[in-house]
């Protein structure tokens, strides 16, 4: 079915580890987008990619790398996981004004 | 420094009665606004728009009126039903990205 997944879903890691959560668009969107949502901070943009091999920072990248190679993948690293990088991770496209968001991964760092 | 905010946290409202949801935003140039709803475990979905040119879009239960002068917008949910239950995000296009409210929980009470 076309749409945006994310994987995986649920996700237990431990600090100091690298993570990388997925995400793959059907659409062919330009643009993509990983937020991240806590409580008292709603969604937060932490890099967006407006095409291939093409990417931004948002308002929270520290700790968090993304590429670009295809467009429909627009993968999220986190190098070295910390506790404050427990969260739940979304994964967006967009086409015109309005962005289409996958599941969410949850993320647990121990 | 919020550009959009949603400064009610959450909300109850009886099943039947009519849930309005306000948002505020600080920028006069934004000309486009969105309401996403999210439930638990699920990405947030797109649930209705508004241009700035327009001061009132409706559909279905779902109105949004803009109130330009007062840079303040609202969505009324009339009648709310149980299925209302879920987090509302208010938000507003910013070049390329999106910037979201904090969200407010809407909780219908049977």
């Known amino acids: 079915d076309a749409g945006i997944t994310q994987s995986p879903r649920y996700k237990i890691t431990e600090t100091g580890r690298q993570v990388t959560l997925m995400c793959h668009q059907t659409?062919?969107?330009?643009?993509m987008f990983w937020y991240r949502q806590d409580l008292g901070h709603g969604l937060r943009l932490i890099y967006y990619s407006a095409a291939a091999d093409i990417t931004d920072k948002g308002e929270v990248p520290d700790g968090y790398v993304v590429s670009r190679s295809k467009t429909e993948n627009f993968p999220l690293t986190l190098e070295s996981a910390t506790r404050s990088q427990t969260s739940v991770y979304f994964c967006a496209s967009s086409r015109g004004r309005d962005q289409y968001f996958g599941p969410g991964t949850r993320l647990l760092v121990l | 420094d919020q550009q959009v905010k949603q400064n009610s946290p959450s909300l109850s409202v009886q099943e039947g009665r009519i849930s309005i949801l306000n948002c505020d935003y600080t920028?006069?140039?934004?000309?486009?606004f969105l309401w996403y709803k999210k439930y638990p475990a699920e990405g947030p979905t797109f649930l209705i728009s508004?241009?700035?040119?327009?001061d009132k879009n409706e559909d279905g239960r779902f109105t949004v009126f803009l109130n330009k002068s007062a840079k303040h917008l609202s969505l009324h949910i009339v009648p709310s039903q149980p299925g209302d239950s879920a987090v509302y995000f208010c938000a507003s296009p910013v070049g390329d990205k999106i910037i979201f409210g904090k969200g407010t929980r809407l909780h219908i009470l049977p």
């Open positions: 659409w062919s969107h330009s643009y």
């Open positions: 920028n006069s140039m934004f000309d486009y």
């Open positions: 508004i241009s700035s040119i327009k």
